[in-house]
């Protein structure tokens, strides 16, 4: 029980024919110098597999990290695809407005235009409605109007691009998900 020598012994073995592991040394022992006992190999082999329990627990926690990981950037990922939507549809929003104040305003300048050129409109009343529509806040210029028009656009040029976004992020998770498998 104390030595354990690899190898089997079909044959006869004396010193003379046999110089393998299992042959009779003249100290008296079946095995060489370097055979090790099963206490000592057994010992060998539990410190082993605690040494394996221990990397398990390891990949586990990385794992788990992992997994921690993968669960943030699909977090990020909606949020960030709610924010650009929600981005998305004020900038919408906005440019719609701007478009029914633009054909308001052309309106409003087309029945101004007509009041005025219209031969039965007295004076007094064309005073009024001057005064009313200058007291109006229109931009006095059309440089006034391509400023306004330009801050609309960089605000729009600052939008990410939410389909390149989530594009990368469902690369990047489905990279993770293969490493985590």
């Not at 009779?24 to 079946?30: C, E, I, K, L, R």
């Not at 221990?54 to 921690?68: A, D, H, K, M, Y």
């Not at 308001?104 to 087309?110: A, H, N």
């Amino acid at each position: 029980i104390n030595k354990l020598c690899g190898g089997s012994r079909h044959t006869v073995c004396t010193p003379g024919s046999c110089s393998g592991e299992l042959c009779p040394h003249d100290n008296g022992t079946a095995c060489g110098s370097h055979c090790v006992g099963t206490l000592p190999k057994a010992g060998g082999a539990f410190h082993i597999a605690g040494q394996v329990a221990e990397q398990l627990r390891g990949f586990n926690s990385q794992l788990q990290q992992t997994r921690q990981m993968i669960r943030a950037a699909e977090e990020a990922a909606s949020k960030v695809q709610s924010d650009a939507q929600r981005l998305e549809t004020q900038v919408s929003t906005s440019r719609l407005q701007m478009e029914e104040d633009v054909q308001r305003t052309r309106l409003l300048i087309q029945q101004v235009r007509g009041f005025l050129t219209d031969p039965d409109t007295d004076a007094a009343t064309i005073q009024e409605v001057s005064e009313a529509v200058l007291a109006l806040w229109l931009p006095t210029d059309s440089a006034t109007v391509l400023r306004k028009m330009k801050e609309i656009q960089a605000i729009a040029a600052r939008l990410p691009n939410v389909d390149l976004v989530l594009s990368q992020t469902k690369q990047d998770i489905a990279r993770a998900r293969r490493l985590q498998a």
